[in-house]
Nanobody, 119 residues
Framework: QVQLVESGGGLVQAGGSLRLSCAAS????????MGWFRQAPGKEREFVAE????????YYADSVKGRFTISRDNAKNTVSLQMNSLKPEDTSVYYC????????????WGQGTQVTVSS
């Protein structure tokens, strides 16, 4: 029902910024929330941020609060993650995700985009 494609990853020095984007296509009208997750080598996947599609309410992991901002563009069916003051520990593959309707868990995932922060 929904296809997600991430973009914007890359290599950046500590303290720098990156902006990730996720383009959603398909039956996006049923999307309840979209979010970003990340998984670093040797570490479990962790929640980063999410935005509820209709209300615009946002939620963040405490590790990124004050540095990352999630936003949506309803007209373009995209969600973005502005990442500022990046740290080496932010290095991960970042995944865009969506959950539709009443789904409790995120049930649609993008392919992931690599973010590498050098020290």
């Amino acid at each position: 029902q929904v296809q997600l494609v991430e973009s914007g990853g890359g290599l950046v020095q500590a303290g720098g910024s990156l902006r990730l984007s996720c383009a959603a296509s398909g039956r996006t009208f049923s999307t309840y929330a979209m979010g970003w997750f990340r998984q670093a080598p040797g570490k479990e996947r962790e929640f980063v941020a999410e935005i509820h599609w209709s209300s615009g309410s946002t939620y963040y992991a405490d590790s990124v609060k004050g540095r990352f901002t999630i936003s949506r563009d309803n007209a373009k069916n995209t969600v973005s993650l502005q990442m500022n003051s990046l740290k080496p520990e932010d290095t991960s593959v970042y995944y865009c995700a969506a959950r539709l309707g009443s789904a409790i868990k995120y049930n649609y995932w993008g392919q992931g985009t690599q973010v590498t922060v050098s020290s």
